[in-house]
């Protein structure tokens, strides 16, 4: 069991606060991922769970127990790093065991965790190789059964995938989420910049942006009820649409007059919307279909994207309109320099007003 509970967290450096207000639970057996852009303290926050930073506010525990001032080696945690820091002159049996014989561990328990960590992990074949006989994946999953043989309370990976390839990131991401299968009771966070990886393998999604914690959900909570602009902009590929306009109808529908003279409405209630009220309508360009009705965009196509399974089309810029993009099925080349009416199912249109959702709380 290992349930970790962060509390009015804080780091600072000197007078300078990198992250304030930290209110986390983890629970046994969740995958926990952090995501958010370069310096908002995703990697600074696990290893302050790590004991590698010091917490200069609040309190951390695991299983009741406060943690701040706990040595590292004493936390029952094992960090998988970016790097594999794997010994060169040592096998992959040699690796996986540094730590047990360290810990002066009987040779049978050695030889039980390596064998057990090595089936799971698929690296059998190649416990007496050496880390150059190995690819890039092999030897992050030797760095995994490196931590899976000390039997830690939690797994910490700090961005374990960002020095592969596409091709081998995309199967190395598979097997974390076989071996979380594997151990449901483990307790994991995990580290990425990669949405990708967030939403394929988190139970939830920590986003955390300009020294705080943005929203918590599940990978679906964060992509169907994002709270805020930042979340509603991070999630997904590409980013929502985000268009300025004035609400001119509210009750079981929220009718909203686009500043580009289009017409959005929302089928979800709201009682925080008022007639006059500038808001932000949120469209992801996955929503967006073409019609010959109401619209909410009508602009030529500038340029296309041909994705095989999907087309990006990126819509010619009005003035100081933002930039509008569109994610139709199947190859769309055709539409390149032409005029297109585009709206949304009502369902999928999102309010926003001072950058906060008037939809979703």
Not at 147 to 176: G, H
Not at 215 to 238: C, D, H, K, M
Not at 313 to 333: E, Y
Request: aromatic share 4%.
């Amino acid at each position: 069991m290992a349930d970790l509970v962060l509390k009015d967290v804080e780091k600072a450096y000197g007078e300078v606060k990198v992250l304030k207000d930290i209110n986390l639970d983890i629970k046994t057996g969740e995958l926990i991922v952090f995501v958010g852009p370069s310096g908002c303290g995703k990697s600074t926050l696990l290893r302050m769970i790590a004991g590698l930073e010091r917490i200069t506010g609040g309190d951390f525990s695991i299983d009741g127990v406060r943690m701040n001032d706990v040595p590292p080696a004493q936390r029952g945690i094992a960090m998988v790093f970016q790097s594999y820091a794997l010994y060169p002159h040592m096998t992959v049996r040699e690796n996986m065991s540094f730590a047990l014989r360290i810990a002066k561990k009987s040779q049978a328990e050695i030889d039980q965790a390596v064998d057990k960590a090595a089936r799971v992990l698929q690296l059998t074949p190649y416990l007496d190789r050496l880390p150059k006989a190995l690819s890039g994946g092999q030897r992050q999953r030797v760095a995994i059964g490196r931590s899976i043989v000390r039997d830690p309370k939690v797994y910490l990976f700090d961005e374990p995938l960002s020095n592969l390839d596409a091709a081998l990131r995309v199967a190395t991401r598979l097997e974390i989420a076989q071996l979380k299968e594997a151990m449901p009771n483990s307790t994991m966070v995990y580290v990425t910049h990669d949405q990708v990886e967030a939403m394929t393998l988190a139970s939830r999604i920590v986003v955390l942006a300009g020294g705080g914690i943005a929203q918590v959900g599940t990978p679906l909570e964060l992509y169907e009820r994002p709270q805020n602009e930042f979340v509603a902009q991070f999630i997904g590929s590409p980013a929502m649409n985000l268009t300025p306009g004035e609400v001119v109808d509210t009750g079981a529908q929220t009718t909203v007059r686009l500043a580009n003279g289009g017409i959005a409405v929302s089928a979800v209630p709201t009682q925080a919307a008022d007639k006059g009220m500038a808001v932000n309508v949120g469209v992801r360009p996955e929503d967006l279909v073409e019609t010959k009705g109401d619209r909410l965009f009508e602009a030529e196509v500038e340029f296309t994207e041909a994705l095989g399974e999907v087309t990006l089309l990126h819509l010619k810029r009005t003035g100081d309109q933002p930039q509008v993009v569109a994610k139709l099925p199947g190859i769309r080349s055709e539409l390149r320099r032409t005029q297109v009416r585009l709206t949304a199912d009502p369902k999928k249109v999102h309010l926003f007003a001072g950058g906060k959702s008037l939809l979703y709380r």
